[in-house]
């Protein structure tokens, strides 16, 4: 894809499965877009590696060398916009961010949360979908707003509990639809297709000949 296709950049703190998802959709899918780089607030994220590998600029921004959350952010704002994104991914970016980070970005910052929201937000939701005996859970993929977890839903997923379920396995066939529910919504507000009113998301079906 050529230097001046809008870019994406994916902010990462671990594994990066959705993020190889979401590279591996832009490629085979043609997407008139690229992903122009990864950011990690953590040196050992894996999903680091498969960047590289692919070619897309690669930085390591460690939250525990910035002085406050709020510096933090403004930092992170300052390489993320060297790259003048036209869709700013979270992917397993394990951070809370401050108002002033979200109101920059806000449409074109974009999330997946691996519970059907608004049930579970936060942390540990496959140990607390287990706990409260839910039989359905699930995955969100949401526009971000200040309040964490809160955003307007652009895709949701359910995946049923089983009687054997232990965190582990729910939380794999959680991923599994993660990355099924993930690229397509990326690739929509790429493309101008979410239409927001409220909390409410219409995802605008794609041009013919285009998107799948
Ligand atoms: C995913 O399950 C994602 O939903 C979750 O972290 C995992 C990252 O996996 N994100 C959150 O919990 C954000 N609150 P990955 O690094 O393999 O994409």
Not at 19 to 31: G, H
Not at 54 to 76: F, K, M, Q
Not at 176 to 198: D, F, M, N
């Amino acid at each position: 894809m050529p230097e001046h296709a809008p870019s994406i950049v994916i902010l990462i703190s671990g594994t990066g499965s959705n993020l190889q998802a979401i590279v591996n959709a832009c490629a085979e899918q043609a997407w008139k877009a690229r992903v122009a780089a990864v950011i990690s607030n953590r040196a050992d994220a894996a999903g680091l590696h498969f960047a590289a590998g692919r070619g897309i600029a690669c930085e390591v921004l460690d939250h525990r060398e910035a002085a406050s959350r709020e510096d933090y952010d403004r930092e992170l704002a300052r390489r993320i916009d060297a790259h003048a994104p036209a869709a700013v991914v979270l992917a397993g970016f394990m951070r809370l961010l401050t108002p002033w980070f979200v109101q920059r970005y806000e449409g074109r910052l974009i999330n997946v949360h691996p519970s059907l929201l608004p049930a579970f937000a936060g942390l540990h939701t496959h140990r607390r979908a287990l706990e409260a005996g839910v039989k359905l859970h699930g995955a969100t993929v949401h526009l971000v707003t200040p309040e964490m977890d809160a955003g307007p839903i652009v895709a949701q997923a359910a995946v049923p509990v089983l009687d054997d379920d232990t965190e582990a396995s729910l939380a794999e066939r959680v991923l599994e639809q993660e990355h099924r529910i993930y690229p397509p919504a990326v690739r929509a507000l790429l493309e101008g297709r979410l239409k927001v009113r409220g909390q409410r998301v219409r995802v605008l079906d794609a041009a013919p000949g285009e998107g799948r």
